[in-house]
């Protein structure tokens, strides 16, 4: 890269590369090409192209599972691979579906349709009316957050001529009948929150005009999200209104097609989930409802009707220790499923309502160590006969998926293949010792002797309660495990491994004590004789994006190399950008200065200064993130560039907030990415 590459620094404003956030504007989509030229003339080598088909031919194996859903009598996937990149819908009934090589009928067919409409068509889901045909396909451009909405029907494999039809918005729909719609869309004036999601509920009938549907429940336009749900499960159904205050908070209303009616007494803070009669509820906070006062993270249950009335006899269903976390709940056929990682061992446990009390019970014959995810084979819980689907996994194992029966023991159904040669990996569990003595967990796999050189592949996400666990990934696996390469996995602050009280540390002013963690791994991995610090190369993606800015510009020496994809990195303006205002109550907010004093200590697009030690770093996004703004990828690389530094920018046309809308698309953009950090670590050239 020569100097004249490089942007310059001098410019006159307080934010001199502004003019990047106009995403279709002249002069950055120039900026764009030159910058992608560069990224792939400096990396886009016969090593990369190598390592891009391995990829691509793995992700596109006609033996990877086809994971499904019931719904009906039939279970229903969305396949792609080489000869259909976008995908087709499909359906087979459960019975086939048990066979090595089930019979699948083809319901849309994905690259026929963008094809015939010359449109850059992804399938992102369907809302099915109960017992019908009828479906509300929701369609996306080069795989972005808004969408299209368009009726179609399963049967007739055919759009529904005349049918209901919605341009492209955030948002979606709830069946109430085969002629009635509640509408929670951005679209129309005044429809959109800042956050760029649904304001308003309306409710639209067929053959009216979307814009003179009534609003039967709406929110102010600083909070987050309006929406709606239907709930079958009971004698009748039930319309549920959710007032989305922010990411973590939320009002809940229980209401009609004339709207919202009775505003349920439950902390803002708390996870809920409604079956029949019965109610199970999770609060972040200590929350004393009647007599007693329940610990944060504990799960309580009791009747939905006397609840109603006024009674507050929960029964305590799971509470949480200091290294033990509930994941998630949900229902299935009348029963609670509890997902929970206990020391980072997966636990399920299931509950079973009645008038007489609740009995308790586990699911038996899953594994205790590695990854076990569970959850419900139907769609529509009112249609649950209780069937649930588990996928169980580890770091050198593939996945297996797993049908789960009543109380029957697990099934396997699918295996994926093995897509890596695991032999000589050892995977190894550690502790790194955080700046303020806090333990930090974090996964080892690679070979089983200790150089002192490995080179080392270190990820970690640290936000909004979200929990990262050793999957079996195919791509670290091919291009960097089986290459002799070592990665770590680290759980630091601000996900959800141990709790709200893990995240609550890692957020607002605490995130700086996740980066912290992060780096904590990185010297922790040196202290041990793994590596040394510029073997070490660092990845992290949206929330991600900040760690790993935060490592160029806090911990540079620890590290030999940054891949920073579809991230967020500008704190002052993220709230003013696409869906950045539904963070706030993830990071704060930029505007009030009492936040803005410990966002701009990990805002790197601010604290990023000239003459500094800073590693090379490969910043990517994609032109079609409609919620993370590609503009902060955009100004960092630019920032860095203009400053002397190494820095370059990767951004496709497509893939909304992922790597690509199709597995080549993905696999060039993660086969990019290593080929940066192998380049920059020194291991590429000393491969055999």
């Known amino acids: 890269m020569s100097i004249d590459d490089r942007p310059t620094i001098a410019a006159p404003d307080d934010d001199p590369y502004l003019w990047l956030e106009e995403i279709e504007g002249e002069r950055a989509l120039a900026f764009v090409e030159q910058q992608n030229a560069l990224t792939l003339r400096k990396f886009g080598d016969a090593g990369f192209a190598g390592d891009r088909d391995a990829l691509a031919d793995i992700l596109d194996r006609p033996d990877n599972i086809p994971f499904v859903s019931r719904r009906g009598g039939f279970v229903y996937n969305l396949w792609k691979d080489a000869n259909n990149p976008r995908g087709l819908w499909r359906r087979t009934t459960l019975a ?158 229980l209401g009609d097609e004339n709207g919202a009616r009775t505003k349920l007494d439950l902390p803002t803070d708390a996870e809920v989930e409604f079956h029949g009669d019965w109610l199970a509820v999770k609060p972040r906070k200590p929350w004393t409802a009647g007599t007693l006062t329940y610990a944060p993270d504990t799960v309580l249950g009791m009747s939905l009707s006397q609840f109603l009335a006024g009674e507050r006899d929960f029964r305590i269903l799971c509470e949480a220790g200091p290294r033990r976390a509930v994941q998630n709940f949900f229902w299935a056929g009348g029963r609670l499923v509890i997902s929970i990682l206990d020391e980072l061992r997966p636990v399920f446990e299931v509950w079973t309502p009645a008038a007489d009390g609740w009995t308790p019970g586990k699911l038996a014959g899953l594994p205790e160590i590695g990854v076990a995810d569970v959850w419900r084979l139907d769609a529509d819980e009112a249609e649950s006969n209780g069937d649930l689907l588990a996928n169980v996994q580890d770091p050198v194992t593939p996945a297996s998926l797993m049908l789960i029966e009543g109380v029957a023991a697990p099934a396997v159904l699918k295996r994926a293949p093995r897509t890596f040669s695991a032999e000589g990996l050892a995977v190894t569990q550690h502790e790194a010792i955080s700046i303020d003595g806090e333990r930090i967990p974090y996964v080892q796999t690679g070979p089983a002797s200790e150089t002192g050189e490995a080179p080392v592949h270190l990820n970690a996400y640290g936000g909004f309660g979200i929990s990262v666990k050793p999957y079996y990934q195919s791509a670290i696996g091919k291009l960097w495990l089986e290459q002799g390469g070592t990665s770590v996995i680290a759980n630091i602050r601000g996900g959800g491994e141990f709790g709200t009280r893990w995240h609550d540390a890692g957020r607002y002013a605490g995130k700086r004590l996740a980066h912290d963690d992060f780096a904590a791994v990185a010297a922790d991995l040196v202290r041990r004789g793994v590596t040394r610090p510029d073997r070490i190369a660092a990845e992290g993606g949206s929330n991600g994006g900040i760690l790993i800015t935060n490592m160029l510009t806090r911990y540079p020496e620890r590290f030999g190399a940054l891949f920073c994809t579809i991230p967020l990195i500008d704190m002052r303006r993220y709230t003013k950008l696409l869906a950045g205002a539904s963070w706030i109550a993830e990071y704060g907010d930029p505007d009030k200065p009492g936040e803005w004093a410990w966002l701009q200590t990990y805002s790197a697009y601010h604290t990023a200064v000239p003459g500094q030690n800073y590693p090379p770093i490969l910043i990517a996004t994609t032109k079609r993130d409609d919620r993370v703004h590609p503009g902060h990828a955009r100004k960092m690389t630019a920032k860095l560039q203009a400053m002397g530094y190494e820095a370059y920018l990767y951004e496709p046309a497509a893939g909304g907030h992922g790597y690509g809308k199709d597995n080549k698309e993905r696999a060039a953009f993660t086969a990019l990415g290593y080929a940066f950090l192998k380049n920059t670590i020194g291991w590429r050239e000393n491969q055999a």
């Open 96 to 253: 086939e579906f048990r066979k090595p090589d089930p019979a699948w009928e083809t319901i849309l067919d994905v690259d026929r349709l963008a094809a015939d409409e010359n449109e850059d068509w992804l399938f992102a889901g369907a809302q099915a009316l109960p017992g019908s045909s009828a479906r509300i396909v929701s369609l996306s451009r080069g795989g972005s957050d808004a969408a299209t909405l368009r009726e179609f029907d399963i049967d007739a494999k055919a759009f529904v001529s005349g049918g209901f039809m919605l341009p492209e918005a955030k948002g979606g729909v709830e069946w109430i009948d085969a002629d009635t719609l509640l509408l929670s869309s951005a679209y129309g004036e005044g429809m959109a929150t800042a956050s760029g999601y649904a304001r308003t509920v309306r409710l639209w009938r067929r053959g009216t005009d979307v814009g003179q549907a009534p609003v039967l429940f709406e929110t102010r336009p600083e909070h987050m999200v309006a929406y709606a749900s239907i709930d079958r499960t009971g004698a009748a159904p039930r319309m549920w209104f959710i007032e989305q205050l922010d990411f973590f908070n939320h009002h809940l209303w």
